[in-house]
């Protein structure tokens, strides 16, 4: 790739430029196959924006490692100037409350200027020693700021959790959220070593909690494969919950193989949700990477396309496979 689709690449991530000229610095110096030596966490507690902004666009390098993959990606975000008008939401943000770069009234207030209806919040589960995650009192205070700031801004917030699907298949959402909780998403951050066959039984328990809508990016803790997107799919659509599309470059390749499945005639009821999972309030403008998949899958099947959520709501998950 050419310095300018570098440059442009990494400019999705939304980061200040500052930080996105040191990686395009980096990655002219090193080329492709060095992300891991761009930041390795050696200043992880200098100051949150340093540590996230470089830890996202560790994510981009690796995108560049794949030629291909990087150049379709900046051929669908040139396509696309703006954020399709149907999509009324996201599913999957951070705040200040977990791993966020920017205050919860700052992502409010984005998604407000993108013409959205609604935004769902969906900081990561408390981890024990892990202050970029949430604790029981960070969703509380956020609950509180994020219904403050919608009610000034006329836009609907969803409260959210991002839990991790435990070794076992559990999920760590605290009991003491429960009332407050209007669903959650269950993502596989670590894969033990298990085989892909353990790997879906443990999405297929988390799955069947009545708190949880949707499976995101499959693809974050094992490599993309298509058997495994053909197995996912078939599961998710047996369970009647959703499967997320997430919006980050670094996922494009799994997204095509969940995206091919999907547009299978067995399984055309399976429902779908397209997620930025921004880190940044710039990161939010990623959903117009979502337009390309909107075009394949219509809108019926794509929950980002509803004004509101209340299908969705506390306890109401299986109305998905309605």
Known sequence: MNDAEVMALLKI?????????????????????????FYNKRDKRQYREEHMSLEVLKIYLRTLDNEETAKKVLEIW???????????????????????????????????????????????????????????????????IAEKVSKR?????YHSIEANILEDGGLDIPEEIEGILDFAVA??????????????????????????????????????DEKFAGELI???????????????????????????????????ETRVILSTDAHCVGGLHRMRLGNFFLEHLGPGRVLNTLDELSILGRRGASLLSK
């Open 13 to 37: 991530s939304g980061v200040k430029d500052k930080y996105v000229e040191k990686a395009f610095l980096f990655f002219r110096e090193k080329g492709p196959g060095h992300a891991e030596e």
């Open 78 to 144: 040139n396509e696309s100037s703006v954020i399709d008008e149907r999509i009324r939401g996201d599913f999957h943000t951070h705040t200040e409350f977990s791993d966020g770069m920017n205050t919860t009234e700052e992502v409010l207030e984005t998604a407000g200027s993108l013409g959205y209806s609604w935004i769902a919040l969906s900081d990561h589960a408390p981890v024990p020693g892990n202050s970029y995650t949430l604790t029981v009192e960070k969703y509380m205070r956020r609950t509180e």
């Open 153 to 157: 801004l006329g836009i609907d917030v």
């Open 187 to 224: 993502s596989l951050h670590k894969s033990y070593g298990h085989s892909h066959a353990r790997i879906l039984e443990r999405i297929e328990r988390a799955l069947q909690d009545e708190r949880v809508i949707a499976l995101t990016h499959p693809f974050f803790a094992i490599d993309p």
């Open 234 to 268: 078939a599961l998710i659509g047996e369970t009647g919950k959703a499967v997320e599309l997430n919006l980050f470059p670094g996922y494009f390749a799994g997204n095509i193989l969940l995206l091919k499945e999907l547009l299978k005639p067995e399984n055309a």
